[in-house]
T-cell receptor, first 114, second 111 residues
């Protein structure tokens, strides 16, 4: 069965702190894709990153970085020097089949306090 | 802007009435999806389409039907709305890669 677990329901930090959001996935497939999406208070879903199962290189984009480790089935997301605008719900998702159906984690609500 | 429009954005309806939500894309993409979002569940797939008149069920398809008569439009119908279908509904398209791009969402309340 395919499954995505985001064990952290809510995280609250003070602005400028670093924060890591955890994502653990389960799949039997050798080819799959992992994603992170951001849902700000306004409600839209914003695509952040895609990773395929054959590419374990870490990715950095500004203050955002992602750590993909197949050995632990994890795809964690770190925000460095957090800002109030980073406050949102963040979702990790997995797709594995030819129709690209997404399987979602329950999301982590991130609160950045000024 | 991925060129996806959902209508209506908000709707309140009574139990037992039929409801149709519309998703319109301007990108000519083959794959379209309907998800629902409920607290504590993330998003769950209702139905998807891989072409005109080609649709299939997702994880939570009971009580829902879909139609796709044109590439640009994907309709979601609740045959007889129930309170358990109160949710936020998102339409998505698959872009050129594997990532999905989402509409703004429709908040449906069944009273």
């Amino acid at each position: 069965a395919q499954k995505v677990t985001q064990a952290q329901t809510e995280i609250s930090v003070v602005e400028k702190e670093d924060v890591t959001l955890d994502c653990v996935y389960e799949t039997r497939d050798t080819t799959y894709y992992l994603f992170w999406y951001k849902q700000p208070p306004s409600g839209e879903l914003v695509f952040l990153i895609r990773r395929n199962s054959f590419d374990e290189q870490n990715e950095i984009s500004g203050r955002y970085s992602w750590n993909f480790q197949k050995s632990t089935s994890s795809f964690n997301f770190t925000i460095t020097a957090s800002q109030v605008v980073d406050s949102a719900v963040y979702f990790c998702a997995l797709t594995h089949d030819s129709n690209y159906q997404l399987i979602w984690g329950a999301g982590t609500k991130l609160i950045i306090k000024p | 802007d991925a060129g996806i429009t959902q209508s209506p954005r908000h709707k309140v309806t009574e139990t037992g009435t039929p409801v149709t939500l519309r998703c319109h894309q301007t990108e000519n993409h083959r794959y379209m999806y309907w998800y629902r979002q409920d607290p504590g569940h993330g998003l769950r797939l209702i139905h998807y389409s891989y072409g005109v008149k080609d649709t299939d069920k997702g994880e939570v398809s009971d009580g829902y039907s879909v139609s796709r008569s044109k590439t640009e439009d994907f309709l979601l119908t609740l045959e007889s709305a129930t309170s358990s279908q109160t949710s936020v509904y998102f339409c998505a398209i698959r872009g050129g890669g594997t990532e999905a791009f989402f509409g703004q969402g429709t908040r449906l309340t069944v009273v």
